[in-house]
């Protein structure tokens, strides 16, 4: 078998250097991963919040196989089961209208994008408003509507159409607010801008300037969404709904796929040809999705990342007050962070040390995005990982 050695100058000779990963993957169960030297981990990284049932999942893998052999793919020439009874469950648990499948999150915004776009057509409006340190994906309208001046260097000109304001600074929205404005777009939780909630008052009072302004409300849940919050979309925290939303990373169990979703009122603004997608929602990837629904809802797991995401910051809370590095846990259930005063990556590398991965979020952030099937017993042993690390990199306080 290949080591990780051997597999990273493979890739350094024929895979685009967009990453800088340090290991090799080569199996999971559940919350814990091998890599090619054998070496176990305890994976609080879930793919980037991808595996909300854990890795390979005996349900979810039952049914990609089964479908496997079934039917992988058929194109949107034709109806597909999975994909209809994937739209119906999402329709039912999200805003009750109609759903757009794609391949992606950066897909199911630009698709959202395309959909305010058209709705705003008639009355000359097409500008979003969107929010500083925010992140929307890599395809040129998204990273366009994304407010990080490192993910938008070297590609201008960039897409028009998008203005930034303050996140949760209700004024400096409604500052640019115009005769263009068509929608405001932001995460409920910002998610590679650092593990940020919105608080309430500020979701429901961009609610109120859409209701006000005839306005759209996108929420992007692509990171935030299908519970790992504690409620299907983190959205649901503040009482309020948009008027559209984006789901991808955890939709497909690992499967490629995006969706958007809208209330009654946007789901008619799409006719056929103004948008599509060849892979979108095909057989496999919704029948993925529908295994990992019904595991969240038999197993209980958005209570369950509700109850397990309060205890990890609990645990979290002792070493910001023992270590002077350590500066703030934050998040909404088991989306996770902490902010640290100096390199992120540095601490994250000493958690790899330990056996533990995670994410970064910007320079100073760790993220934590564990399966939400997370055990106590899973959550403890991490924590204990990073006392060990942390006494490494900062001794005995
Ligand atoms: C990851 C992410 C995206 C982009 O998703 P891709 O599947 O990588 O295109 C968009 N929005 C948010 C909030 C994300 O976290």
């Excluded at 805003?95 to 008639?122: D, P, Q, T, Y």
């Excluded at 590095?325 to 590398?349: H, I, P």
Aim: glycine content about 10%.
């Amino acid at each position: 078998m290949s080591t990780n050695e051997e597999i990273a100058s493979l890739y350094s000779q024929y895979v685009m250097n967009t990453y800088v990963p340090s290991l090799t993957l080569v199996s999971g169960k559940g919350c814990k991963v091998k890599d090619a030297d054998r070496m176990q981990y305890l994976d609080f990284t879930g793919g980037i919040a991808v595996q909300a049932t854990g890795h390979c999942h005996p349900k979810v893998v039952a049914a990609i196989q089964d479908q496997a052999q079934t039917l992988v793919h058929c194109s949107n020439l034709f109806y597909n089961v999975n994909q209809c009874l994937l739209a119906k469950k999402l329709s039912e648990i999200g805003l009750g209208g109609k759903v757009f499948f794609c391949n992606s999150g950066a897909e199911a915004n630009e698709a959202m994008i395309k959909l305010a776009r058209l709705w705003g057509h008639e009355s000359g409006r097409y500008e979003v408003i969107c929010m500083q340190n925010s992140f929307h994906g890599r395809t040129l309208a998204t990273l366009s509507a994304t407010g990080q001046s490192k993910v938008q260097a070297g590609f201008d000109p960039l897409m028009i159409g998008f203005r930034f304001a303050e996140y949760n600074n209700l004024d400096s929205v409604k500052a640019l607010v115009g005769d263009k404005t068509v929608a405001i777009l932001l995460e409920a939780v910002q998610g590679e801008g650092g593990v940020l909630p919105a608080t309430d008052e500020f979701l429901r009072g961009v609610r109120a300037l859409c209701d006000e302004r005839n306005l759209l409300m996108l929420c992007d849940e692509v990171q935030c969404g299908m519970g790992r919050t504690g409620k299907w979309f983190a959205w649901e925290h503040a009482g309020i709904r948009p008027d559209a939303c984006t789901l991808a990373k955890a939709l497909g169990a690992g499967l490629p796929i995006g969706a958007l979703l809208a209330t009654p009122r946007l789901s008619n603004v799409f006719t056929p040809g103004s948008h599509g997608s060849t892979f979108g929602g095909n057989p496999l990837a919704t029948a993925a999705a529908l295994a990992q629904i019904q595991v969240i809802e038999e197993e209980g797991l958005i209570e369950h990342a509700d109850e397990m995401g309060r205890k990890f910051r609990e645990a979290l809370a002792p070493f910001v007050e023992k270590y002077d590095d350590l500066l703030e846990v934050r998040g909404r259930g088991l989306m996770v962070g902490l902010v640290v005063k100096g390199s992120a990556k540095e601490v994250a590398a000493a958690f790899r040390e330990q056996c533990l991965l995670c994410c970064v979020a910007g320079e100073h952030v760790l993220r934590f995005l564990p399966p939400l099937n997370v055990t106590e017993d899973e959550l403890e042993e991490g924590v204990e990982m990073m006392s060990y690390a942390f006494e490494e990199l900062y001794g005995e306080a």
